[in-house]
């Protein structure tokens, strides 16, 4: 209820702060016997984290996964699967100057509106760090799906528009295009859980997502029926559709086609250019904001964008496996 | 878990299929003693009803709604409240001859793919009139939060445009925006559940969209970050933001600023025109999609979009009552 | 979360009030393809209806249900499946002259401190009534396990005794034992969803219950371990164990010899004895409750025990199949 | 879904393994702004911890908590609170000799059918020492509730009689009482979410337990109502009932008197006598069960059940909190 926890029978909950002592997750409902090691969760974990390229944070984190429980002699056992790395780079003292201040663009007005109170580290709760648990989540919610692809890329901007935006210490947004290939007809629940849906929520629960849209999408708002329906058509004895305006799903489920959504990135937040706001006490004040930011926040989320569709639908894959069998 | 129920705390389940019996929900967690009428629900209702203009199906429902139970002497008693509309000007009829036909741009192949066979009458629970219930349910969720003011309107097409395009059979698209006035700064959950992600799934699961974003969305993804941040003053002893790009989020948590999104829903996927498609068993077919359609659902999905939000911040304004309570 | 669901997957959501003008129950999250009938869900409703012999209450209820979704062709669509009980012979007078005054052993007091008012009529939503629901939803469920032999019986008191305390315009309590044959070994959860933690919950959810235990129970807190253990041998080439103290469930997870549970039941509240209480003003009154009423309510909440099982153990084998399932 | 997660809006998911490299908690839904030190949950740590008697098992552990997030300055955020505690004293050898043997009484045989294989090491997941995480979630709950107060202790059987069973090689049952005093009225919930029915349901959670009765109990089940029925009376301008056969819950809310329940607990299934089992392959063996054990788990389960009543009640108190509201 608290808004820590995703996915229905595969559940994951995350827990941790920017500047925390740690960051985790707790799986709940992973299927026992699936073969997984720290390796692989690493593996996952590494193409996310920063320093990677000059064109992201140059913060540097070891972020060095530890298995705590629900695997033994390499397989899981049905049991919460719990999964640590500890913070190491912290760099707290960047925020000790500004912690009466709200930086624009950042949740530090509203987590203190919502609490009363927030941890002023580092952007605490809402930083991105969070999402290495969602990550390492996802490396193991991928072996249930070996046959499923799923590829995030980002379409806009191109890289040398981000080069000269981080000359300019200021930050761009961006669109990150992600396809699923090979998931079955029959993904997705009916009303409020469709599978656009959930992939919506999955999405803009991303730090920094302002949109989303499948498919034909925004575009569809002006197309004819005509010309956005997307025709049957028998193929090799498969039914496939001509077109795929519907991004493949149609009422909620998955058709069968290639699953194809757009998700809109804001410029990041952190910029170093001063900017006006207002302090704890309502005084209008500047701002300029230290330490280590991404110029395009989008390009490091590429893998975020493929866990958090992972997750989905793995979740409605084990849904489906469970209320389309009979007795 | 199976895609009916909707809240956390103000949770509504939706029941029925477009040709069944009869329609519903189950709305549980709607705190005692609030006074309602089925006139008030009823008035609600009349604004979603098809045949009400010359612009939307001539379908004619007397959609008559009915309280079950959990009022007492006009007052919500805390205990669930169920409320029915019995469906009455069906003409499953329309529907026999297709029954083994999959109708493009609609869900009929994928409930079959999912459930292995499907309510082949009028959509069946993809109907949107299963949207019946969440407008009834929202009738009173509106309630909860009488300061808050929720507005949404038919952005794009022009109603010029609709009544070209439905001369000429065929269908379009449509963009709704929807502002939210007055809602307090610290409504929606960190991470997973943030304001804007359920708003986000909560408008992807209406029939016919394929879009949602907030505040600047995809605009932002070509904005740079000096430009797109909201900057924070002190007006009057109120902290605001001198411009809105954040669309009234911050980190997924209301700043008190107008709340503005926008949803795209796709052109109606019923249309007059002929159209290839394949049956059950996998044969090349054509269709022709009698029955009473409208040519342009966004204008009719303008109260649904107002209820799904109204059911998102009913259900956040409780969570945060009970969430920022000290002993 | 507020409590008129049960089941994580099976799951049901009861609601109404016994002089409401209907009782009723949504099902969501029963698979597909089920053939089900009103004419066999009436049969279990029939079992507990009242007015069936001289030791139960004198009100008479045809207790006709209705299918109002999620069923068509006389099967299961996947969708979620609406029953509905019109209330007919209410006898609301009967309620008028005392609802200002707590029945002692009833919920007036604690449902009235809960929400502030209360509907008076017959126990509301605290009536056995609201168990019509439960039984009509298991009907369903326990068509997922054909081969799963609930049996609940009354082992205390007599039906002679019973009829003596009838006489006597007073009440007993009574303890129903409940045998379940044929389970699967590996039905349950760890930790906090035990199965007999679940089984502890579904029967004190029931009207009028106070006490619950599994194999051995209350006894096994005199035993010796070497006494209370069961020993495993191999018979027949399956794992049985000699002894059942554990009532068939190690661990919270059945090992599949018979699943056995006792469940005690209160007096009826309902007596025609003068008795002390207060009104809602907190003056002291004496109340004589007139009404129709059962002299001893175990023996009517049979098929509503075996109900309660059937659900848990349904929602259990799904799981199970869940979460034992490999990709 | 999969049974680690307790409570709906104050809600603890417990992850770990007897002998794996932690044990842990993560608490969400944790108001904001409470007062919390590790010292003070290592406290109640402390009562659960073994080798504190000559009458409890001699595996010594430190049990040091260590805070990970959630908690800044002293004081909640209410994002989720993260504990863990490593284990340390492990003797896995002591259970690499009968990996492939169930132990009479224990969860070996269950965990196996059901996930098809297991933590063979000191009872894995089905280990008291999972109960470590609750103990430590109850600690921090308990600061909602300050005024209420929850107290265990054992009732049977004596302590003299547990030393001559210890002499004895074997194990014994026992009964704890719970008495909570200054709980308000209106506490639990309708139909299925019964403070009694989540009291039964959180104490048959507790590793051990085969029975759980409320008020009169098992013992109503031969009283008569005239008897049973606990008459109100208005005392000092407040209205409580004369005596409490109830055990202060009626119709599943609470009363405002004291709470009382009474929970049994099976014999330790561990001990060295010789008993007959079955190997992982169906033959038939004998077994000689080593290790350090408790001879009555009653004795130690005494701060693990007022752990589960504190969890219960602080979780329908902020339901209540929400529920109440009025606009």
Chains 1, 2, 3, 4 share one sequence.
């Not at 046959?147 to 995030?152: E, F, H, P, S």
């Not at 010309?227 to 493949?248: C, L, P, Q, R, W």
């Amino acid at each position: 209820m608290s808004g820590n926890s995703f996915g229905k029978i595969f559940k994951i909950t995350t827990w941790g702060e920017s500047h925390g002592s740690a960051i985790g997750v707790v799986i709940d409902g992973c299927p026992a016997g699936l073969q997984i090691t720290e390796k692989e969760i690493q593996k996952e974990l590494d193409r996310r984290k920063p320093g990677q390229s000059k064109l992201t944070t140059e913060r540097k984190e070891a972020d060095k996964v530890e298995i705590l429980s629900g695997v033994f002699e390499g397989k899981t056992t049905g049991t919460p699967i719990s999964l640590i790395v500890r913070n190491k780079n912290q760099r707290s003292k960047d925020y000790e100057k500004i912690k009466n201040l709200y930086r624009p663009g950042h949740a530090d007005f509203t987590y203190e509106a919502k609490y009363g109170l927030r941890d002023y580290r580092g952007g605490g709760r809402a930083s991105a760090r969070e999402t290495i648990g969602r990550v390492a989540a996802c490396s193991i919610a991928k072996k249930l799906i070996p046959k499923v692809k799923i590829t995030a890329k980002l379409i806009e901007p191109s890289l040398k528009e981000i080069e000269a935006i981080k000359k300019q210490n200021d930050s761009i947004g961006g669109i990150i295009e992600c396809t699923i290939k090979n998931a079955p007809a029959g993904l997705g629940s009916p009303v409020f859980d469709k599978l656009d849906a959930r992939l919506a929520q999955a999405m803009l629960s991303i730090p920094g997502v302002k949109g989303f849209e499948v498919g034909s999408g925004f575009k569809s708002a002006h197309m004819m029926g005509s010309v956005n329906n997307d025709e049957f058509i028998s193929k090799k004895g498969k039914i496939v559709t001509v077109t795929n305006n519907a991004g493949g799903i149609l009422g909620g489920i998955s058709n069968g086609m290639d699953i194809v959504f757009r998700v809109a990135f804001k410029p990041t937040s952190s910029i170093t250019k001063k900017q006006n706001t207002v302090d704890s006490k309502g005084k209008n004040k500047t701002i300029e904001v230290k330490g280590r930011h991404d110029p395009c926040i989008a390009l490091r989320a590429v893998p975020i964008v493929e866990a958090m569709a992972a997750l989905v639908l793995v979740d409605e894959y084990l849904i489906q496996k469970v209320l389309s069998c009979k007795s």
